[in-house]
């Protein structure tokens, strides 16, 4: 073909990265070894595994099989150089997390062509988006290196970090792992995905280039039964970083739950893309190119659910079959191509078997007149119309390159629509009118929304899952805080002289029963003590009911059970609450939403109510503590005055607590916006009756969270008596309800409640372990203390932002601008 011919036809020409490079360093190290102290060793059973090019299906390289052997010396390397990195100071670590960066840009067109080469992605992609983002990503940590000392004062790394990536973005997901760990003063154990490891090799020679000390980065390839499994379960890992499908994550969750491991999640979406009629719609076309085709879909926030405002349907639609007829599918060193190939075999089978799924439940497929080639996994862009919402290709992850069209009339039908998923990782939201595309961003339960735009990803921006998408984040400030943790956890003597209560912070709490029927619907025990009742009884008044949609409830177990002093004597009564009271408690805590919407200065004022009515009858609550624990009355009485300031801290921060706008580098902001988690379940420790209920209660509800509160079961008069402070102090119905009973039961029931979106328990380490465990069932956040008690009266431990930040999470909207 000569030129005048291309003139004519105006055909695509060839347009081949060459793969010379990146094939002679493969041949140069294979096979590879892991990388484990800066060494490269062979793996302890002598097992390879082959990585393929899914472009060719040819093999590319044999690489080493871990086995559990490689996983503890590759832990016991990161845990000696533990010692070392994380008492090295942020500059030296900035400055190794700079270098990375500088050797990430040197070595840039070697890591394209490998990733492309392993993965299947276009180089475009790798070239333009992959290997930019992972550099960005180290200059952007080694800053926070560099600041952590000044910027995050009383925060430790947590020590060793075991990290699970997946193929869809190999180095970015690394760099998302590695930088932060690295940044905050951790050592890092990484496993790639079988089928990618390739550039994260390269990034372990990158490590031996930049002289990074021994045992800080491992790297260990191999199958997830051997390697992931083993890092997930190892005693010596403190805590797992994961990004992958939600059923494995389900399992990391499980499999880690009561172990104290710190967990982050990214799990899997189903993202909607949203078209308003007064969209540019020739922008959104090539919008939805980017959403479901960049990658090959395999983009855990793919923009795969197409929800178009039904007068402009057709239209879009027409306009967007002719621009698929013009995609182009092929070889992935092909800079001309926009889609590449599938992973892997599996992977593209999977595509199949859902697509078939879709036609067999009705709807209607179309795929452009081409076919894709046939010596690679490949799979042709696919959009399928007529799509009932509650069917399979609605509702599942595809992963691939397949879209779904559904119609809707009116916005709230648009939120509704997009809502309707178990996910919530991301959305875009296309319109002209940015009054209209602002007012619907906060009402889509997703991490990230991109304001006529979509995929957008910056160091800058943290990006993470509500619901079954996962939780924690990772980018911005808020990712730091998912690789270190309080400083004050780490000591474990305590100052008793404030309280002459507790003994030591890492106080082993005894269960406060031993013997739980955890089946048994009423939580009501048998065995309750009737014997242990001591002549003469002391006047019984009244029993506390339960607080359930701001009125008293009666328990629907009809059993009320006994609160005793420290001398066993009986000191009242209070309602025995079942699983019936907590579901009816959940559903007013729903019912009372609106409370987010609320604005900050209401709920403030509340919350200063709050206390100004706790402080009129102060002596009061002081004697009930008394009561209830035999402790002096003065330290009683300073109990009473710390629960009132706690409230006043949280009224302050009810309006303080506020979102940051990023400057990505893009024309644009991003508005990172500090959203309420929903319904939280919370239990109450035994030490400090009032203080420990005020100190959890009230910055959720600060944050616009309702809450289902299970007091101190040992002293639980101190939070029903203010019941009529709550009801004197304009508190809406619903937003605190309050169950007494027995606490494991209790928190069993929340844990395993598919509508409350978080839990806090603070109680026992065997309950953190159930409430773990159980909480795998949503993917609801936890925060449990491990059998750990807090002092809290100490302002570090017992008001932080650390309880802000569990009750808050972090929802980044996109906005670019400029015409
Ligand atoms: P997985 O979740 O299985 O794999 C992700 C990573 O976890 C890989 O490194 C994998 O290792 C490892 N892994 C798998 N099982 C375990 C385990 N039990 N314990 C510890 N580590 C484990 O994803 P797949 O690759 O199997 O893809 C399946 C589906 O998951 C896709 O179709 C897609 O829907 C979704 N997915 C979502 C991603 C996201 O970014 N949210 C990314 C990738 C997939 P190995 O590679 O050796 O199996």
């Known amino acids: 073909m000569n030129v005048m011919d291309i003139f004519e036809t105006m055909d695509y020409g060839p347009a081949p990265e060459s793969p010379n490079l990146a094939q002679a360093w493969i041949a140069e190290h294979q096979p590879f070894g892991l990388f484990i102290n800066n060494r490269w060793t062979a793996p302890a059973n002598g097992q390879y595994i082959e990585s393929i090019n899914p472009a060719t299906s040819k093999p590319l390289a044999r690489v080493a099989a871990a086995t559990s052997a490689d996983v503890d010396a590759a832990v016991a390397a990161a845990r000696a150089a533990f010692e070392m990195w994380s008492k090295t100071a942020g500059h030296t670590r900035a400055r190794y997390l700079y270098a990375i960066a500088r050797h990430i840009q040197k070595h840039a067109r070697l890591l394209a062509v490998l990733e492309s080469l392993d993965n299947g992605k276009s180089i475009r992609e790798t070239r333009d988006i992959d290997i930019p983002l992972v550099a960005r990503h180290f200059y952007y940590h080694a800053g926070w290196a560099q600041l952590m000392a000044s910027e995050l004062p009383g925060y430790e790394p947590v020590g060793v970090v075991g990290q699970i990536i997946p193929w869809n973005f190999p180095l970015l997901m ?330 030591a912070q890492f106080l082993e709490l005894p269960l406060t029963d031993g013997d739980h029927d955890l089946d048994d619907d009423n939580g009501y025990n048998e065995a309750t003590p009737y014997d242990k009742l001591a002549a003469p009884l002391p006047t019984i008044d009244r029993t506390p009911k339960l607080f359930i949609g701001g009125k008293q409830a009666r328990p629907d177990s009809g059993y009320s059970r006994f609160v005793y002093d420290p001398a066993q004597q009986v000191i009242g009564e209070v309602g025995e609450g079942n699983r019936k009271d907590i579901r009816n408690a959940v559903e007013s805590a729903h019912a009372a939403s609106g409370w987010a919407a609320n604005s900050t200065h209401n709920r403030a004022q509340i919350l200063f109510y709050i206390a100004e009515n706790l402080a009129i009858r102060a002596e009061e609550f002081a004697r009930r503590i008394v009561e209830q624990t035999g402790r002096e009355m003065a330290d009683a009485a300073s109990e009473v005055e710390a629960s009132i300031s706690r409230l006043f801290s949280y009224a302050a921060w009810a309006d303080k607590y506020e979102g940051t706008v990023h400057r990505p580098p893009l024309r644009g902001v991003t508005l990172a916006m500090k959203e309420p988690i929903g319904v939280i379940g919370i239990t109450c420790p035994d030490e400090y009756p009032l203080l420990g209920f005020i100190s959890l209660a009230a910055p959720a509800i600060a944050m616009g969270n309702t809450v289902v509160v299970v007091p101190s079961p040992q002293s639980p008069l101190s939070a029903t008596d203010c019941y009529q402070v709550f009801e004197t102090s304009d508190l809406p ?66 008001e932080s932002a650390e309880f802000l930040r569990e009750a808050t999470q972090i929802k980044n909207i996109w906005v670019p601008y400029g015409e």
């Not at 590449?340 to 697509?355: C, N, Y």
């Not at 010596?375 to 879209?403: K, R």
């Not at 372990?769 to 009266?793: C, P, Y």
Request: proline share 4%; net charge negative; with cysteine.
């Open 174 to 503: 690394l760099a998302w792992k590695i930088a932060p760990a690295l940044a905050m003063g951790n050592t890092v154990v990484l496993k790639p995905a079988r089928y990618t490891p390739l550039t994260a090799l390269k990034f372990a020679e990158i490590m031996q280039e930049v002289g990074l000390p021994p045992g800080v980065v491992n790297i260990l390839t191999g199958e997830a039964s051997q390697v992931g499994e083993a890092l997930v379960r190892h005693p010596g890992v403190n805590k797992i970083a994961f990004t992958g499908s939600t059923e494995v994550g389900r399992n990391i969750r499980r499999a880690t739950a009561g172990s104290g491991k710190k967990l982050s999640l990214e799990l899997g979406g189903k993202s909607p893309f949203i078209v308003f009629d007064d969209a540019d719609l020739d922008s959104v076309v090539e919008g939805i190119v980017d959403a479901i085709w960049f990658n090959q879909g395999q983009v855990c926030c793919a923009g795969s659910r197409l929800l178009v405002q039904e007068n402009i349907a057709d239209r879009l639609i027409h306009k967007l079959r002719e621009r698929m007829e013009k995609l182009r599918v092929g070889d992935s060193l092909d800079k001309a191509i926009d889609i590449g190939a599938i992973v892997s075999p599996g992977q593209l089978k999977e595509i199949q078997r859902l697509v078939q799924t879709g036609v067999d439940e009705g709807a209607e497929m179309w795929q452009p007149s081409w076919a894709c080639p046939t010596d690679g996994y490949f799979f042709p862009p696919t959009l399928f119309t007529n799509v009932s919402p509650a069917t399979t290709i609605a509702q599942v992850e595809i992963f691939g390159p397949v879209l779904v069209a559904m119609t809707f009339r009116t916005p709230s039908e648009a939120v509704a629509l997009a809502n309707n998923t178990r996910y919530g990782l991301a959305a875009s939201v296309w319109s002209d009118n940015i009054n209209l595309a602002l007012d619907v961003a906060p009402k889509l339960k997703a991490g990230s929304v991109w304001v006529n735009c979509t995929n957008l990803f910056d160091a800058s921006s943290g990006f993470g899952g509500y619901r079954e998408s996962g939780f924690g984040r990772e980018g911005g400030k808020e990712g730091l805080y998912e690789y270190v943790h309080p400083a004050w956890g780490n000591h474990t003597a305590v100052d008793t002289s404030a309280n002459g209560h507790v003994t």
């Open 733 to 798: 119905g619903g937003v605190v309800n309050i169950v007494t009973g027995d606490r494991e039961m209790l928190a069993q029931v929340l844990a395993d409640h598919d509508d409350v979106d978080a839990m806090w328990y603070f109680g026992t380490a065997e309950g953190s372990q159930r409430v773990e465990f159980a909480s795998a069932g949503n993917m609801k956040r936890t925060w449990v203390d491990s059998g750990r008690a807090r002092n809290w009266l100490d302002a570090a431990q017992g």
